[in-house]
């Protein structure tokens, strides 16, 4: 089978994925794109804009059901797109509303929503006992374990040296993220940190170590 065949299957398999999905017919909009066909390049340009693959952000619709009944009747798929727009890109609210063309109070309200509603996802689906999926019954190296930084908005008017990450060279906040070196899913999230008197092994020592059993290990950065 030649790559030109391989490339056309995946297309297609992709544009199957897509068909009926309105996170994909909303991002399009938004990017001033036809949502047929599907190429590679929009499906790049989607996921550089909103942080994640359509089928992922339809998924996040679904999973927020509940929250989103909470919300304003007016509530569509754009507005979770903002939010990953938000988290993807972490823009000021001005900018953010003048990028989707709505007032900041709109932006404000619908990201600050969704966001705490993704976020609320995580005490049922970040399970620590996931890390045994796939693993060999005697496996002594379960999880992978890595300090990540993400990036805050500095107040320039008071400047805070515990902020400051070397991972960023700039502010931010640190969380401790473990993988399931088997299964691939993230079993367990600790944060946030302030990421300059925080180191990695700090945080480890402080939780995530009493987890393990004395049998078990986990893979760090050397």
């Not at 340009?45 to 359509?54: E, I, L, N, R, Y």
Request: charged share 20%.
């Amino acid at each position: 089978m030649t790559s030109e065949s391989e490339s056309s299957n995946q297309i297609n398999a992709r544009i199957n994925d897509l068909d009926g999905n309105d996170c994909w017919i909303a991002g399009m909009e938004h990017l001033n794109k036809k949502p047929t066909p599907v190429t590679e390049y929009k499906l790049i340009s989607f996921v550089s804009t909103f942080g994640a693959p359509p089928s992922v952000c339809l998924t996040l619709w679904n999973l927020t059901e509940t929250a989103r009944t909470g919300m304003r009747r007016s509530t569509r798929h754009i507005h979770l797109l903002m939010a990953l727009f938000l988290m993807k890109n972490y823009s000021r609210s001005r900018a953010g509303a003048g990028a989707f063309g709505i007032h900041a109070d709109t932006w404000s309200y619908y990201t600050s929503n969704f966001v705490q509603a993704i976020s609320a996802l995580s005490v049922t689906m970040i399970c620590w006992v996931d890390r045994f999926i796939g693993a060999p019954t005697h496996c002594e190296y379960l999880v992978t374990v890595d300090g990540t930084d993400f990036h805050r908005q500095e107040d320039f008017s008071k400047r805070d040296p515990r902020l400051f990450s070397h991972k960023l060279n700039g502010p931010g906040y640190r969380y401790e993220i473990a993988v399931g070196v088997f299964s691939g899913e993230i079993v367990s999230v600790n944060g946030p940190f302030l990421a300059g008197i925080n180191p990695d092994v700090k945080i480890f020592r402080a939780n995530l170590k009493g987890k393990l059993l004395w049998v078990r290990f986990v893979i760090g950065p050397i």
